[in-house]
């Protein structure tokens, strides 16, 4: 099965995954007899992307501390942080990355609580932790990561509700199988408006808040598929110098769904589009931002911004996937890279 298929078979991994509610409750329970401070995330590629979801939505709904952790400190400098009093959760869809396991392990072996997220419960990864959380998002054969990346968001977001004993989050959560089935609509779209970006060679991808997570994913899809030199802000830290790139014609994408940071970054694009004559790309419900595109790709409206990042990836992956066709790549074989990375 290929990477376009395994885009389209999203709704249906993750309605699957949310029927195991239960598991995750009862993970959340045994983790609630745990007395932990702070939250340290290890993850590479992908995987790292949702630590950065994680470090937002535990931050906000849990109120808990999130860090992400420097895997070098355990295996090259030998230094593992003081990590008793953290919940250390580690995340791999191979569950096989040697640095990270031994984040896990290191982290148990000081007593600290430990919680692997993978989609091979049997891992090294899933060996090394105290609990485990299965993605259960099936074999995937394409190098690109697309339904394991969702499901990993998916496993973050029902474990911040389970941390959270909150039944009305798990509610909304089962909105997200539809809402991503309603963007799967959007693939014609999509795939008329890349031609014009077959000859792109870099871009900006812009994000913020909960979507900053949504940012690096779109601009690792164009890197490893497309071979575009995208790189990933928040529209924050963007206007602390990197704006200074943007003219005439240079690309910028972004996500902007409702929320609280939505009004800021309306703002700055319309500052890019009109002082700066950029060339805008940009998925968002809101209509100033969908009306100053010139690649405007809708969402549905009334997303909860804290699940937005499950929806506002699936076109960000259509377009990746897409741009990677017109510009004659193979999407199933990118460049050097292989399934399963091993680093240490």
């Known amino acids: 099965m290929g990477l376009y298929h395994e885009i389209l078979e999203q709704p249906h ?28 995330v290890a993850a590479r590629g992908s995987s790292d992307h949702a630590a950065l979801y994680a470090k937002y939505l535990l931050g906000t709904v849990n ?15 030998n230094t593992p ?7 250390v959760i580690g995340i791999s869809q191979s569950g096989a990355s040697e640095d990270i396991v031994t984040v ?26 105290e609990h485990v959380l299965d993605t259960q998002a099936g074999e995937e054969g394409a190098i690109a ?17 389970g941390l959270a004993g909150d039944p009305a989050r798990f509610g ?18 999509v795939q008329r408006m890349v031609e014009r970006y077959r000859y792109m060679t870099q871009c900006i991808v812009l994000g913020r808040g909960f979507n900053y997570t949504t940012a690096y994913e779109w601009s690792l899809k164009l890197k490893e598929l497309a071979y575009v030199a995208a790189e990933p802000y928040s529209s924050a830290d963007f206007q602390h110098g990197p ?84 510009k004659g790549f193979d999407p199933e074989h990118p460049r050097g890279l292989a399934k399963v990375t091993l680093t240490r």
């Open 13 to 40: 991994v993750l309605g699957g995954l949310l029927q195991t509610r239960p598991q995750v409750e009862e993970t959340c329970a045994r983790l609630g007899k745990r007395s932990f401070d702070f939250v340290m």
């Open 63 to 77: 109120r808990l501390p999130v860090a992400l952790a420097a895997p070098s400190l355990f295996t090259l400098y």
């Open 81 to 87: 942080p003081k990590l008793g009093r953290a919940l």
């Open 104 to 129: 896990l392990r290191s982290a148990r072996e000081q007593g600290a609580a430990t919680l692997a997220i993978t989609n091979h419960p049997r891992s090294p990864l899933g060996e090394a932790a």
């Open 145 to 161: 990561a697309s339904k394991s990346y969702t499901a990993t968001l998916l496993t973050v977001a029902m474990l911040s509700a």
């Open 172 to 189: 909304e959560l089962g909105r997200v199988p539809d809402l991503v089935a309603r963007m799967l609509e959007e693939d014609l779209r």
């Open 243 to 326: 704006i200074a790139l943007v003219e005439n014609g240079f690309p910028v994408l972004a996500a902007i769904p409702s929320g609280e940071v939505s009004a800021g970054m309306v703002a700055l694009v319309r500052r890019l589009v009109e002082e700066r004559q950029a060339e805008l790309v940009v998925i968002s419900d809101e209509q100033g931002a969908l009306e100053l595109a010139r690649s405007p790709i809708p969402l549905p409206g009334g997303i909860p911004e804290w699940i937005s990042p499950l929806v506002c990836v699936v076109p960000a992956q259509l377009f990746s996937y897409y741009v990677t066709r017109a």
